[in-house]
């Protein structure tokens, strides 16, 4: 598996991590020269 692959892959499991324990927000990948290179969330808390 290449450098490429490599990142894909680890990229969504982040991904996958993230969305398990997120109820309300957002999540913005950052992706440079075919990589990505952050992972940026943005999570909401609703009061009710």
């Not at 324990?21 to 943005?42: A, H, P």
Request: aromatic content about 6%; overall charge negative.
């Amino acid at each position: 598996m290449g450098k490429k692959e490599e990142n894909i892959e680890y990229s969504i499991e982040q991904l996958r991590e993230m969305l398990e324990t997120m109820k309300y927000g957002s999540i913005t990948l950052v992706v440079q020269d075919n990589y990505v290179v952050q992972i940026e969330r943005n999570e909401k808390v609703r009061l009710k």
